[in-house]
Structures are given as C-alpha cells and as structure tokens.
C-alpha cells in the first residue's frame, strides 16, 4: 500500500509548502463528484487526522483518509508542463473509466 | 488528463468548476497578468518566457490588431497608428489630456451622452484616436491589451476565467476607473474588484512579510508617480493617504536623456518616427545606466544621419536630478495628509520598473531615512498583489481573509445657493462608504432641485470638478425652507459614486451613477489640492460674500413679494420710495465684491422695512382675528 510522487513532483511540493510558511505535507484523497463519479482531491494538509493513512515519498508526507485509500492506492503523482500550463498529474492504476479531461474517474 | 493544482484545505474544486482567477497590471507602459497556483503568487509569462506585455497596441488598414512586443517594434515606423501610454488617455476628455503636440496621434474629441439611470446629463466625452483602422477609444485600445492577457492566462490554467482584479492608479476618478472597467468587458473579463495598485503592492509585500506598520508605497511606474502611505495591521490595510503626479515617471526619464542627445547633436525638430527611436534608445541607455557607470547611444536617423554619444551614470543623474527631486513633493503632502512624519515610516515598498534606478533608490533611502524595499520584482510586486486579492475574491481562501480599505482622493459633494460647494464625503474617506445631507427649497413654490455633484476642495464650484448634474421634480409645492430634502451619496467598493435625492415628505426621488465620460487628471488633483490650501483665506472670503449675496437676493425677493401686495395700502407714496431706494442701495452694491457694503446695505433696507412690516404683521393679525370673538379663538 503507497502513494507516491515523482521528484519533480517531490520537488515543486516541498517548493510550495515552504513558500507557504506552513503545512505538514500533501493530502490526497478522492470523493464523489464529477462527470465519471470520482474526483480527485489534492489540498495542503495543515495538521494529521487521526486515522489518516501517512506516507513518505521523496521527502514530502502524503497523508490519505482510509476511505479513499482504495481508491488512489498505488498512484504516482507527477508534476508536468503542457504548453503554458503547469500541474500535478495522477498515474492511477485503479482507473477503468475516466471522463474526457481526466478530472474525475471511476473504479 | 487535465493538470491539478493543490488547494487550500477543505477547498477543492470539483472538476471542471475551478474557480480560476487572474490579478491584471494593466499599465502605462507594459501590462502583467499573475495568478495563485498552489497558494503561491505567480506572473504568467509568455509562450517566450515574457512576463511583460508592452502596453502597445498597433493598428491595421485591414483590421487587424497587433500587440505587444511587435507592435512595439513597429512604433517607429507606425507612429501614428501604434498607440503607446494609452492609459493616459483612459476616461479623459481632450481638455485634459493637456499638450498633445509631443505625441504623434490624430486626436479626435467625441461628445458622448452619460449614461444615467434616472434624471439627464450631458458631459464631453472621451478623447479617440484616429488609426488606419479607424476611430478607437482608450477603451477600446486598452480592451486590446486585456484580450492577450486574458489569452495568456486561459492557456496558462487550462480553463475560463472567474475573473480578474485590476489594478487602477490611486489616483484615478470615477471616469477612469468605469473607462477601465468598461475595457475589461469588451475583453471578456469578468472584473470581481478594481484595485489602487499601490493597495495591492501592499498585500504582495504584506502577506510575503506579515510585518505590521505604515508603510510608504512609493510607486514611480512609465508615465505616472504615485505615493501611498498605507497601514497594516492585524490584516487590514488602510490607505491613509495618496498623493501623486500624473505627468512624472520613467518616461520622463528618457525624455531628459532624449533632450540630452538632441542637443549634444544639434537636432532640431525630427520626424515621428526619429523621435521614437531615439525615445527608444534614450530608454535603452537609461537601462544600461542602471548597471553600468556609462552606456553609448548610437542611433541612425531617417535622413541617414548617424548618432553617436556616450552618456556617463553621473550626467544622467546630474540631468534627471529635479526629476527625482520632483517626487519627493507629492510624498511630503502625503505625509502631512497623513498626519505623519518621516519617523512613522516603517518601511518604504519600491514599486515600478523605473524604481530600479540607483538615484531613485538614494533619494528615496534619504529621505526617509532607511533602504527601501526591493526584494520583490519592482515590475511584477502589482500583478501579484492584484492576483492574491483576486484568489481571495474567487474563493479560494478561506479563513484568514482580510479586508481591504481605499480612499477617496477628493471631498465630494454638490453645489449650494450662490455657486457654494457643499462637501458630503471629505476626502480620504475610507470606502465603500455612504452619506447623507439634508437640504431645503430656496424659493416659495418650488417644485424641482437641480443636483450637481462636483469633487474638490475649493469652497466654489467654479473652482472645483464637474462630475454630473440631474434633477429632482414634483417636489410639493411649499414655502422655502419646508422641504427636506436628502441627499444620499454612496461610493462603492471600486470608487464608483451613485448620488440620489429625495424629498422626505412626498418620497420623490431621482439619483444618478455618476459615469462621467471623463474626468480628473492626476495633475488637476495634485493642483487642486495645492490650490485649495493657497486659497484657504480667499475662499473662505468668496464664501463670506457669496453667503451675504444669497441672503441679500432672498431680501429683495420678499421685499418686493411684500411690495407688490401691500405696498400701496399699507405704505405713503414716501414709505414705498424709501424702501425702493434702499432695495436700489442694495442691488448696486451687491455685485461690487465689498462684503461690507453689502452687510451695510442689507441692514439699511431691514430698518427702512420694520415699519412696514410691523403694519403688515398687524394687518394680518388684525384679518385672522377680526369679526371673531375672543372665545371662538383656541388659546
């Protein structure tokens, strides 16, 4: 069970975090919205819950609830650059349907 | 997939409804567009890596627009149809954008209605210019800015704008700031808030420092000056004062150095297109100067004439001394509006491309004692305050929101009796913010109220701006003095004013947003401003006569009422005469200007009246109680 972030993922979110001025990592989850059911959730994590999941990637603490766990298990996050934008990107390898733009997926 | 940003906690966006927002810089001379991403300020750049836009638009005979860098190149050879600086022009009528002979624009003045919403109102409008495309507004050339930001910023997020805060000079009037407003509309952006951009230099520094205290902001951009003195604490800022100069900036700077090459060539009346490159140059060697002790200014001219002279850092200071002496003016008013000395002062934030060089910084640093702060990107500090308060605005934030406060540059308020200004919001004013003020008829009778709002802070209307006028009617026909009237002005959270009237008794009522197609000039502010200290004892005088004229037309108005209804029954053919002579006595001094004689005047004709108007007291006394009993009257 893991969650993990490129470096350059690794990277940009200790950036922003330090930037920031405070934060105890990166959370990540899903919840029922969207076009295909899911969607992703990617916030700062300002304190740990206390049945948060808790993992370590690269330098930088991802924390997940347990319920969203089954869904985002095994993921790697990436930072990319398309054209003038710039993001987080999710390889999830419990996706079977995703709707057109990739927001909100289905498992 | 699409790209993901990290959100504040508990404020993820569901997909497709990211609340996208950009703080625009729209300047005089390049324009920036930044945004939050993962709760960090950021100035989008260009597919080239360019955070600035050249503020330039060029047009085409076919139609067609050109922006930016390539415009800008082609100033030169299209002068006349590559605008730069066009926020100068921005809600100005051509009466105020001054001596236009230094620019190579074919002017055109338009008269334009004001858009009202009830009552009616003419003002001259904006000034336009003629291109090969034909005619086009500031409006218009500034919404052509805008579109490539908007752009820019679509293809930077990977969405549709919410919206977008954009940054104003404090300075600006109403005129200017719905002018801008109305660009960012013609561009397809939704405005969430107008901003002073001195304000958003503030939160860019603010909340990067968190540091409580006032603050000067000392913002020397192209082509305006602007100082603020701002106070931040426990997360609200306060614009305390602003004070500033429209016609000073970097501009001005190549323009010495310009003179300099003129002069030490023996040039003489060039073309439009040597003046913008040798502009262009002049600007090009001011930058240099900036790193290096001297620079070289090569240039050829149309004529094939070449230039060639070396410009050491010394003589550039030594020429644009009084230049950097003349921002210091507007700073010390701020400072006394304020109430504050150079002492209260806890940091100076530099804003403007033109605040990076050395002999600015020094004059700054002197004069108020400490090194002023540069650690933000003099250019981009706006664009990035602009998009913090814009990330605010959309809702990306959550609990520590803070709260912004602007001013009012002038006392508004609407002319009285006698060509009087009636202040109703005194200047500094925090905004949004709302008054009212009660008035009355003047004459017996009437039944409709001509409301002109004007801004200043002379004591006469004659010396202060005209904003708007409008009327109240079906006002109940009483004596003078009866109704109340009550005058309501609201400034809104952009600066905008919407004044309404309304009679207490019968509810009639009319109001206007005051839209003016154009207005006041930074210059006007600054000189008004002075003017109206200079003239203090003056206009306190003007006044002191004007208040004497009014009470003594309101006089010979009831005297002659009185005349005319009882003059020949109560009065001998000697009585009449001598109040006809003292109401003559009256009426020839009143224009004379000598307060006194009017005083005297106005006395002489009251005794020369006792006696009448003892008879006609008696008189009417006499009628309501004759043939009645004393019984019949309640007592």
């Known amino acids: ?107 | 997939m699409a790209l993901l940003q990290i959100s504040e906690p508990g404020l993820s966006t569901a997909p497709h409804e990211h609340r996208l927002a950009v703080g625009i810089d729209l300047g005089t001379t390049n324009s920036l567009v930044a945004t939050v991403r993962n709760g960090i300020g950021v100035v989008l750049n260009d597919s080239n890596g360019r955070a600035l836009l050249p503020s330039v638009v060029r047009y085409f005979a076919d139609g067609g627009v050109q922006v930016g860098e390539t415009a800008q190149a082609m100033q030169s050879e299209d002068p006349s149809n590559t605008i730069v600086s066009v926020k100068r022009f921005m809600g100005r009528g051509l009466n105020d954008v001054g001596d236009i002979s230094g620019t190579p624009y074919r002017f055109v003045d338009a008269p334009s209605p004001i858009a009202t919403s009830r009552g009616s109102g003419q003002a001259p409008g904006m000034v336009q210019l003629r291109t090969a495309a034909g005619v086009k507004s500031p409006v218009e050339v500034s919404s052509e800015i805008l579109k490539v930001l908007r752009a820019r910023a679509g293809e930077a997020l990977g969405g549709e704008l919410v919206g977008a805060v954009i940054t104003v000079p404090a300075y600006f009037d109403d005129a200017q700031r719905q002018a801008t407003k109305d660009a960012a509309r013609l561009a397809g952006i939704n405005v969430l808030r107008l901003l002073n951009e001195p304000t958003a230099a503030a939160i860019a520094y603010g909340l990067d420092n968190a540091v409580e205290g006032v603050y000067a902001v000392y913002d020397l951009g192209g082509g305006t000056f602007d100082i603020s003195i701002l106070k931040l604490s426990k997360g609200v800022f306060e614009v305390l004062a602003t004070n500033g100069n429209s016609a000073l900036g970097g501009d001005d700077f190549d323009h010495r150095i310009y003179c300099w090459l003129l002069e030490k060539n023996g040039l003489s009346a060039l073309g439009a297109s040597d003046t913008r490159r040798l502009l262009t140059r002049a600007r090009a060697a001011k930058e240099e100067l900036t790193e290096h002790d001297e620079t070289r200014v090569t240039a050829i001219l149309q004529s094939g004439e070449a230039i060639e002279s070396v410009l050491s850092q010394q003589d550039f200071h030594a020429m644009s001394q009084n230049l950097v002496e003349r921002t210091l003016q507007p700073v010390r008013r701020a400072l006394r509006d304020a109430g504050l000395s150079v002492a209260d002062i806890k940091g100076v934030v530099m804003v403007g491309g033109a605040t990076r060089m050395p002999q600015v910084q020094r004059a700054v640093a002197e004069f108020f004692h400490q090194t002023p702060l540069t650690n933000l990107d003099p250019d981009k500090v706006v664009a990035l305050g602009a998009a913090i308060q814009a990330n605010v605005l959309a809702g990306n934030r959550s609990s520590d929101d803070w709260l912004l406060l602007d001013v009012i540059p002038l006392s508004l308020g609407i002319e009285t009796m006698g060509g009087l200004a009636e202040k109703i919001i005194p200047r500094n004013s925090t905004i949004p913010t709302a008054r009212a003020q009660d008035f009355t008829t003047f004459k017996d009778g009437q039944t409709a109220m001509s409301v002109h709002v004007v801004q200043g802070e002379r004591e006469m209307v004659s010396d202060c701006r005209s904003l708007a006028r409008f009327e109240l009617r079906g006002i109940p026909p009483m004596v003078a003095g009866a109704a109340r009237i009550r005058i309501t002005f609201q400034v809104d959270a952009d600066g905008l004013l919407n004044v309404s009237a309304r009679e207490q008794g019968s509810g009639t009522e009319a109001h206007i947003t005051v839209k003016p197609s154009y207005g006041l000039s930074d210059d006007e502010i600054a000189r008004m401003l002075q003017e109206s200290s200079r003239h203090a004892q003056g206009d306190m005088q003007a006044r002191a006569l004007r208040e004497q004229q009014v009470e003594a037309n309101q006089l010979l108005d009831a005297v002659q009422n009185a005349l005319d209804l009882d003059g020949a029954a109560l009065l001998d053919e000697a009585g009449q005469a001598r109040i006809r002579a003292g109401m003559d006595g009256l009426r020839a001094v009143l224009q004379t200007g000598d307060i006194h004689a009017v005083k005297r005047a106005i006395t002489q004709l009251n005794d020369a009246t006792v006696a009448f108007a003892q008879a006609r007291m008696d008189k009417s006394v006499s009628r309501a109680l004759g043939g009645r009993k004393l019984t019949d009257l309640e007592v």
């Open chain 1, 1 to 107: 069970m893991a969650i993990s972030l490129t470096e350059n993922a690794a990277r940009h979110v200790k950036n922003f975090i330090a930037k920031r001025g405070k934060g105890v990592g990166l959370r990540v989850g899903v919840r029922t919205s969207g076009c295909s059911g899911m969607a992703y959730k990617l916030e700062f994590a300002d304190e740990v819950a206390s049945d948060d999941l808790k993992f370590e990637s690269c330098g930088v603490t991802v924390l997940v609830d347990p319920k969203s766990l089954p869904y985002v298990d095994g993921m790697e996050l990436d930072y990319t650059r398309e054209g003038l934008n710039e993001g987080f990107k999710f390889k999830n390898p419990n996706v079977k349907t995703e709707c057109g733009c990739g927001e909100s997926f289905g498992v």
